[in-house]
């Protein structure tokens, strides 16, 4: 069943598809910072305000994904920020979240060496996001 | 050089306390991330700061599933990263993102040389043979294409 846009039960769902990836489990292996996505409010496409959202991840698990303020996922290792619209387009893979960065339509804030580093550990885990099935406010 | 251009390519006086420099007012996304990798590997890696002192080059990487590129010009302990291709590279790597990040992934092994053996390795020299990885100017550069991507690698 489909779930809100990044709801707290799309966090659930999200984290649950995090961790039963055998990609991600092995590409991981060692990551030991922490994630915030910034979900920048677009009111005309029906999402009001900002959201962000914190992913605690550990040596390939993820430990726990929440939804919270903007301010929230500002204060994570790593931060990625883009309006909601793009982040539609990553969970519905019309936009490759690496070329996404490389064009600075997903700003990446944190050390590039270990991001880098990581690379199929971050593509697989925009392939997660893809496993969920989602409700998007500007569709309902 | 396998592009020869017009002339020399503008060298800009740019006042900077850091190894690398952007010669764009507004540097794209993708040269403000290359110029950035690369300050953080010779900031952090002894081997890959005397590589970069050395290196005289101008280096072109063209992303071909976005349309975008960068030149970075290596001068020796300098950096300059210019958005787009500029004349006079002597080599030029065009090959897709995940491609042009899994090069910032090969190991370096023995004699500072690219292990092209592991899964990685195999995957870009896999790309290079079937075209998906272009390096012109590569045959007249094989020591730079390697420094390079020493300097590139995050491994």
Request: charged fraction near 25%.
């Amino acid at each position: 069943m489909a779930v809100k846009a990044f709801s707290s039960e799309w966090a659930r769902q999200f984290k649950d598809e995090v961790n039963a990836s055998s990609v991600y489990k092995s590409a991981a292996k060692g990551w030991k910072w922490t994630v915030g996505l910034v979900v920048e409010a677009e009111p005309d496409k029906n999402f009001p305000e900002s959201r962000g959202i914190v992913m605690d991840l550990f040596d390939g698990t993820a430990r726990d994904i929440t939804v919270g303020t903007a301010a929230d996922a500002q204060k994570c290792d790593f931060v990625i920020t883009a309006p909601y619209t793009r982040w539609k387009q990553v969970a519905t893979k019309e936009l490759d979240a690496t070329k996404g960065i490389l064009q600075g339509k997903l700003k990446m804030k944190g050390d590039l060496p270990t991001i880098v580093r990581y690379t199929k550990a971050s593509q697989e885990m925009t392939e997660c996001t893809t496993r969920v099935p989602v409700e998007w406010p500007d569709e309902s | 050089m396998h592009d020869a251009g017009p002339g020399r390519m503008a060298r800009r006086k740019l006042k900077t306390d850091r190894s690398v420099a952007f010669a764009d007012q507004e540097p794209s996304a993708f040269a403000s991330m290359l110029g950035g990798l690369i300050d953080a590997n010779i900031e952090n890696s002894p081997a890959k700061r005397k590589d970069f002192d050395e290196l005289e080059a101008r280096v072109g990487i063209w992303v071909t599933d976005i349309d975008e590129g960068v030149t970075l010009e290596f001068q020796r302990g300098a950096l300059v990263v210019h958005n787009g291709l500029k004349p006079k590279r002597d080599i030029t790597i065009r090959a897709e993102a995940e491609t042009v990040m899994n090069l910032s992934n090969l190991k370096i092994g023995l004699f500072g040389m690219p292990v092209y053996y592991d899964a990685t390795g195999r995957g870009v020299a896999l790309k290079l043979l079937r075209g998906k990885l272009r390096i012109d100017g590569m045959l007249g550069n094989i020591a730079t294409v390697n420094t390079v991507t020493r300097i590139f690698s995050v491994q």
